[in-house]
């Protein structure tokens, strides 16, 4: 089952895409049993699958298939979950919703955007917008 999204990225976007993963599994805020499941699900299932199978989910690899049950996942929820995490990549949050993300209040946000601390732009409503591949950068 090959995994369309992959198969239709650049190779900048497929190099973007790994980095992002690879600092979401580094991130160390994500200390809650559901958070840390999500880290071990990018980090031993789909960065292998893009990596060493170059977006090829076979049907009878046997480690990606042992991964896979361990978390009760089947190739189509696995599909799911990579085009999830490639649409949150370049998803842009507004102030709160960052905030959440990284444990900073929205006005905080606001204030380190307007100073340039961090990148932001502020859409057609005047609302700050921020990226969430820049906020976990930050994070790390």
């Known amino acids: 089952m090959i995994l369309t999204l992959w198969e239709n990225m650049s190779s900048d976007n497929r190099r973007d895409f790994i980095a992002y993963?690879?600092?979401?599994?580094?991130?160390?805020?994500?200390?809650?049993?559901?958070?840390?499941?999500q880290?071990?699900?990018i980090r031993d299932l789909i960065i292998?699958?893009?990596v060493e199978?170059?977006?090829?989910?076979?049907?009878d690899m046997d480690r990606i298939q042992d991964l896979a049950q361990?978390?009760?996942m089947t190739n189509g929820?696995?599909?799911d979950r990579i085009t999830q995490l490639w649409r949150n990549m370049h998803t842009p949050l507004?102030?709160?919703q960052a905030g959440k993300l990284i444990r900073k209040t929205a006005g905080t946000l606001r204030?380190?955007?307007?100073q340039e601390k961090i990148p932001a732009r502020v859409d057609k409503r005047g609302h700050w917008i921020f990226s969430r591949e820049f906020l976990v950068d930050h994070m790390r």
């Not at 204030?111 to 307007?114: F, V």
Request: with cysteine; net charge positive.
């Open 53 to 59: 199978g170059d977006g090829w989910i076979p049907e």
């Open 48 to 50: 292998p699958t893009l």
């Open 39 to 41: 880290k071990e699900v």
């Open 21 to 37: 993963l690879n600092k979401i599994c580094h991130l160390r805020w994500y200390d809650n049993p559901k958070q840390q499941r």
């Open 77 to 79: 929820q696995l599909i």
């Open 70 to 72: 361990r978390w009760d």
């Open 111 to 114: 204030r380190w955007a307007r």
């Open 94 to 96: 507004d102030a709160k």
